[in-house]
């Protein structure tokens, strides 16, 4: 009779968990001095970007500094750092945040900071530079911490900064943000009260609301829901948090099961309703006419311009689910919607349209393929409307604006002596780009510092666009970004 066999499990090695904490300590120490080489690269290059003014030292933070030999919509000195810091080449701001693979709205508060570290917080600055080395990293100023105090104090004067620099630079690797910020206020309060108190008042004029109708909710973008921030009156958020909750324990005793913060996010559509159903304004009770005429809308408006794709279409017509061409699967039919960067379901649209009281605009179908084209420097809607959906951001490099309401370039610069013919205002030579994004492609920038007795060298950000829609980018250094439909790849 065979005997059973027994198989023999080796143990696994053994794990030298000592090692693994001393390779994430090296790596953690590794990564500081990147960051903080980077972080002193970008001041050297905004140094090197400067005509050697400084911002007004009594006045408020400025936008530009006003040159009436300038080019109108070229370069401009920006006022990035605080009162007395140096202004800086706006144009440069573009060139440096590609590189670093970030868009102009990132960039721009990094050289912002750099900027107000190096001349206003020189004690902080050098707690800085001290993460380069593993050896004095302890006691260094993490960047991110310090680019967080450079955001409070740009708008102090140059005393109040070196105050905080004076009393913060010791202990600024272990204070905390609440500490930061009251140092600040302190610092406002003794050399700038008047300001002091403009604060206070003018934040009450800052009050704001915002639907966030772009934004992308990261874990599920085709959920359909987006964030809301603010910030109200005292008595408003209150009186608005009351109504909430009113209507939130309303929802509950009608039957509703979800959760509390659920339906407080269904109570503020059911809210909109409500009020989209009253008449603010009505007619006087002496019958005469109302002193404000009313503006009140439809309880929904739906316009939606709906890019779905075939194999969804033909699934909802034929009765099925469809199958996913992505994934050969039978599956769910997405809809982009052309005016916010989510994602929803074929059937969450048809929800909406279903509410009652839903007022429906119908978009006529556009062939994106077809090319269009005209020989005037004006752009017809119906060109600039296959551009805007052909490309729904702005093409430049790791710019991710919507179309809609951003300038139209021409690829090939219009010229007014063309042969007939030429359709220099088409959907192969047009691309949506920002304000600042165009007027960087169309004025040239210097691009370093000036050799003895002449000006910077002066070059343009050019590109181009292949058939299937990518746009190739060329920075004045000669740095390369491919901009497609999924994003911005560098090529160096």
């Given at each position: 009779?065979?005997?059973?066999?027994?198989?023999?499990?080796?143990?696994?090695?053994?794990?030298?968990?000592?090692?693994?904490?001393?390779?994430?300590?090296?790596?953690?120490?590794?990564?500081?001095?990147?960051?903080?080489?980077?972080?002193?690269?970008?001041?050297?290059?905004?140094?090197?970007?400067?005509?050697?003014?400084?911002?007004?030292?009594?006045?408020?933070?400025?936008?530009?500094?006003?040159?009436?030999?300038?080019?109108?919509?070229?370069?401009?000195?920006?006022?990035?750092?605080?009162?007395?810091?140096?202004?800086?080449?706006?144009?440069?701001?573009?060139?440096?945040?590609?590189?670093?693979?970030?868009?102009?709205?990132?960039?721009?508060?990094?050289?912002?900071?750099?900027?107000?570290?190096?001349?206003?917080?020189?004690?902080?600055?050098?707690?800085?530079?001290?993460?380069?080395?593993?050896?004095?990293?302890?006691?260094?100023?993490?960047?991110?911490?310090?680019?967080?105090?450079?955001?409070?104090?740009?708008?102090?004067?140059?005393?109040?900064?070196?105050?905080?620099?004076?009393?913060?630079?010791?202990?600024?690797?272990?204070?905390?943000?609440?500490?930061?910020?009251?140092?600040?206020?302190?610092?406002?309060?003794?050399?700038?009260?008047?300001?002091?108190?403009?604060?206070?008042?003018?934040?009450?004029?800052?009050?704001?609301?915002?639907?966030?109708?772009?934004?992308?909710?990261?874990?599920?973008?085709?959920?359909?829901?987006?964030?809301?921030?603010?910030?109200?009156?005292?008595?408003?958020?209150?009186?608005?948090?009351?109504?909430?909750?009113?209507?939130?324990?309303?929802?509950?005793?009608?039957?509703?099961?979800?959760?509390?913060?659920?339906?407080?996010?269904?109570?503020?559509?059911?809210?909109?309703?409500?009020?989209?159903?009253?008449?603010?304004?009505g007619a006087d009770p002496a019958g005469g006419e109302p002193a404000v005429t009313s503006t009140r809308a439809p309880a929904r408006q739906v316009v939606l311009y709906v890019h779905l794709s075939d194999a969804a279409i033909t699934a909802h017509r034929s009765g099925g689910p469809g199958i996913d061409p992505a994934t050969g699967?039978?599956?769910?039919?997405?809809?982009?919607?052309?005016?916010?960067?989510?994602?929803?379901?074929?059937?969450?649209?048809?929800?909406?349209?279903?509410?009652?009281?839903?007022?429906?605009?119908?978009?006529?179908?556009?062939?994106?393929?077809?090319?269009?084209?005209?020989?005037?420097?004006?752009?017809?809607?119906?060109?600039?409307?296959?551009?805007?959906?052909?490309?729904?951001?702005?093409?430049?490099?790791?710019?991710?604006?919507?179309?809609?309401?951003?300038?139209?370039?021409?690829?090939?610069?219009?010229?007014?002596?063309?042969?007939?013919?030429?359709?220099?205002?088409?959907?192969?030579?047009?691309?949506?780009?920002?304000?600042?994004?165009?007027?960087?492609?169309?004025?040239?920038?210097?691009?370093?510092?000036?050799?003895?007795?002449?000006?910077?060298?002066?070059?343009?950000?050019?590109?181009?666009?292949?058939?299937?829609?990518?746009?190739?980018?060329?920075?004045?250094?000669?740095?390369?970004?491919?901009?497609?439909?999924?994003?911005?790849?560098?090529?160096?």
């Amino acid at each position: 009779m065979n005997q059973p066999s027994t198989a023999v499990v080796e143990a696994p090695p053994a794990i030298d968990t000592t090692a693994l904490l001393a390779t994430a300590h090296e790596a953690a120490a590794a990564q500081m001095s990147a960051e903080v080489a980077t972080f002193v690269a970008v001041a050297d290059w905004a140094d090197a970007h400067t005509d050697g003014v400084v911002g007004d030292p009594i006045g408020p933070l400025g936008l530009w500094h006003e040159d009436p030999s300038a080019v109108p919509g070229g370069d401009r000195f920006l006022e990035l750092g605080g009162p007395g810091a140096p202004l800086v080449s706006e144009f440069c701001l573009y060139e440096i945040s590609a590189a670093l693979g970030r868009s102009v709205a990132s960039g721009r508060p990094l050289v912002g900071d750099a900027i107000e570290l190096r001349h206003r917080l020189p004690r902080l600055y050098a707690r800085v530079l001290a993460g380069a080395d593993p050896a004095t990293q302890k006691r260094a100023l993490p960047v991110w911490r310090a680019r967080k105090i450079a955001a409070l104090t740009r708008t102090l004067t140059a005393e109040a900064a070196d105050f905080v620099d004076r009393n913060l630079a010791p202990v600024a690797h272990r204070a905390t943000m609440p500490t930061v910020e009251r140092l600040v206020a302190e610092a406002i309060a003794r050399f700038d009260p008047e300001n002091a108190e403009l604060d206070r008042v003018d934040a009450d004029a800052g009050r704001y609301f915002t639907i966030e109708t772009t934004a992308v909710d990261a874990a599920s973008p085709w959920t359909g829901v987006v964030p809301v921030h603010g910030t109200l009156d005292l008595a408003d958020a209150l009186e608005l948090n009351n109504a909430v909750q009113r209507v939130a324990a309303d929802l509950a005793a009608a039957g509703c099961e979800a959760d509390l913060d659920v339906r407080r996010s269904m109570a503020v559509g059911e809210l909109a309703r409500r009020q989209t159903a009253l008449d603010l304004y009505g007619a006087d009770p002496a019958g005469g006419e109302p002193a404000v005429t009313s503006t009140r809308a439809p309880a929904r408006q739906v316009v939606l311009y709906v890019h779905l794709s075939d194999a969804a279409i033909t699934a909802h017509r034929s009765g099925g689910p469809g199958i996913d061409p992505a994934t050969g699967r039978t599956g769910i039919a997405l809809a982009r919607l052309e005016n916010t960067r989510s994602l929803v379901t074929a059937d969450q649209v048809r929800d909406w349209c279903r509410t009652p009281g839903t007022k429906i605009v119908v978009k006529p179908v556009i062939d994106l393929a077809e090319h269009v084209a005209v020989d005037a420097y004006e752009i017809p809607d119906r060109i600039a409307e296959r551009v805007r959906l052909d490309r729904p951001t702005c093409a430049f490099p790791y710019c991710g604006r919507p179309a809609r309401g951003l300038d139209l370039d021409h690829i090939e610069p219009y010229r007014s002596n063309a042969a007939p013919g030429a359709g220099q205002s088409s959907t192969a030579n047009l691309a949506p780009l920002c304000r600042g994004h165009h007027r960087l492609k169309t004025h040239a920038s210097p691009t370093g510092s000036s050799p003895p007795g002449g000006d910077p060298p002066a070059r343009r950000w050019r590109y181009d666009r292949d058939p299937l829609g990518t746009y190739l980018w060329t920075s004045p250094h000669g740095l390369q970004y491919a901009v497609d439909p999924t994003g911005t790849t560098p090529l160096d």
